[in-house]
Nanobody, 116 residues
Framework: QVQLVESGGTLVQAGGSLRLSCAAS????????MAWHRQAPGKQRELVAV???????GYTDSVKGRFTISRDDAKNMVYLQMSSLKPEDTAVYYC??????????WGQGTQVTVSS
């Protein structure tokens, strides 16, 4: 079992920056990769960024060059640094852990609201 707790979501003006954090606990050794997803009102949840155990990263096109995913394995933390925020980035952001067995674990989400 893996437990995830996100934090850092808040109201921010367009053009601003924000860093989301995800604290992982439990069977950390089973985690193969970590990801951030988001879900805007009335829309499906979408993958935003992913980082593997080797540090390989990937991003959805809409956030490339603006968002950076990183991890601190010593602290069991994953971060999403967001800059040049746009109103369309408004969503609930979820942290996800992907295990070697193919299981997914989700956090409870943190709200990011970008005002125009």
């Amino acid at each position: 079992q893996v437990q995830l707790v996100e934090s850092g979501g808040t109201l921010v003006q367009a053009g601003g920056s924000l860093r989301l954090s995800c604290a992982a606990s439990g069977t950390i050794s089973s985690i193969n990769a970590m990801a951030w997803h988001r879900q805007a009102p009335g829309k499906q949840r979408e993958l935003v960024a992913v980082i593997s155990n080797r540090g390989t990263t990937g991003y959805t096109d809409s956030v490339k060059g603006r968002f950076t995913i990183s991890r601190d394995d010593a602290k069991n933390m994953v971060y999403l640094q967001m800059s040049s925020l746009k109103p369309e980035d408004t969503a609930v952001y979820y942290c996800k852990a992907l295990t070697l067995k193919g299981d997914d674990y989700w956090g409870q989400g943190t709200q990011v609201t970008v005002s125009s």
